[in-house]
């Protein structure tokens, strides 16, 4: 199993945040993705972040489709994964309506066929031929006007693997059939199955593949509790959090956290929790919210539970477990960190 971390440039210092990554990257990390939500955009960072690390994969979690063409977007893969030398992974996600066309006012339409057709022309662009394409979303050159098929003036120099952040079922079957990993979220490794596996894996039988083509990159916050009381108060921290993901999430109709949650055995939770929160009752949706769904979907607990909870996902087919550590200060986030990165390699041994 390999290790990463997720960072939001527009979260706290920038200067602490450098230091969690290169400080991670000597702790053994193997990834750091770089998230874009309504913040800080991904490629500026990474393109820091590149000149600040040697050895550790960077990747967009996420560029977001809609804000940028398909052409702009290859652009930014190429220069990124030229600049560090092949070591960007180009992470893409489809977000939602709330902030594709609350934020930047375009329409949050058809995500399928545009999410098929935006990596069709990044990986057609980084061959270094002239781009020539025509789809439902987007033909290249534009017709009707003077323009001909142009190609870019830089070439990759490496392969750059796609990784899709999916979570509704036509976009998970769409993963398993081109993409090259996926970043998944709100996981549970009990009700993965219905949930996403099946899902994935009908799209890697249509293009011929197999589970062994995609690189399964999960993600959770992992936090260390000490003794069963301070367990108890951790839980109970984290359930406004969930209550956020399941009713603050995306738009006041489309919530593909929610649905997730909903799939995996909670939709009636799921579904109060949503209209306690739109209506205002923020406390009263965190109250809905279990113990059992906190630990379920996150790395919390006494070592000993991580290390088996690490064990539970590896089982079910986590290749890559992206960390979220816990911790006021960047001290203690890299002692969580550190702590976790032993477990997987205690556990990675084991196997070896």
């Keep these: 199993m390999r290790t990463s971390t997720t960072i939001e440039a527009s979260h706290g210092s920038w200067r602490e945040t450098v230091d969690f990554v290169t400080e991670a990257e000597k702790l053994g990390l193997d990834i750091c993705w770089v998230a874009e939500a309504w913040g800080a955009e991904a490629p500026s960072p990474l393109g820091y972040l590149a000149a600040r690390t040697e050895r550790m994969l960077l990747g967009s979690g996420v560029i977001q489709l809609a804000t940028r063409t398909p052409m702009a977007i290859a652009r930014a893969a190429i220069t990124l994964s030229n600049l560090s030398e092949g070591r960007f992974l180009l992470g893409l996600g ?4 709330q902030v594709i066309e609350g934020l930047h006012g375009v329409p949050f339409a058809r995500p399928l066929s545009r999410m098929r ?12 031929e002239k781009v020539a394409y025509t789809g439902r979303e987007f033909t290249i050159p534009l017709p009707g006007g ?7 003036d830089v070439r990759a120099e490496h392969d750059i693997p796609i990784y899709l952040a999916t979570l509704s079922p036509k976009m998970l079957q769409l993963t398993g059939e081109i993409a090259d990993g996926w970043l998944g979220t709100s996981f549970v490794p009990e009700g993965a199955k219905a949930a996403y596996f099946d899902h994935l894996d009908r799209g890697l039988a249509t293009a011929g593949r197999t589970r062994a083509d995609l690189d399964i990159c999960q993600g959770a916050e992992v936090a260390f509790a000490e003794d069963e009381e301070a367990l108890r108060a951790m839980v109970a921290g984290r359930k406004k959090e969930l209550a956020f993901s399941l009713g603050g999430m995306g738009s006041a109709s489309t919530n593909f956290y929610n649905q997730a949650y909903s799939r995996q055995g909670w939709a009636e939770v799921a579904t109060e929790v949503r209209e306690r929160w739109q209506a205002g009752d923020r406390d009263g949706a965190a109250a809905l919210v279990t113990d059992d769904m906190v630990l379920a979907t996150t790395l919390i607990g006494t070592e000993d539970m991580v290390r088996r909870r690490l064990r539970v996902w590896r089982d079910a087919g986590v290749k890559t477990v992206r960390f979220y550590p816990a911790g006021d200060t960047l001290d203690t986030r890299l002692t969580t960190l550190g702590r976790a990165l032993d477990l997987v390699r205690e556990m990675n041994s084991e196997t070896a």
């Design 94 to 97: 489809p977000s939602g309506p």
């Design 117 to 128: 057709e935006t990596v069709e022309i990044v990986r057609q662009a980084a061959t270094g």
């Design 146 to 152: 003077e323009a001909k098929p142009m190609r870019l």
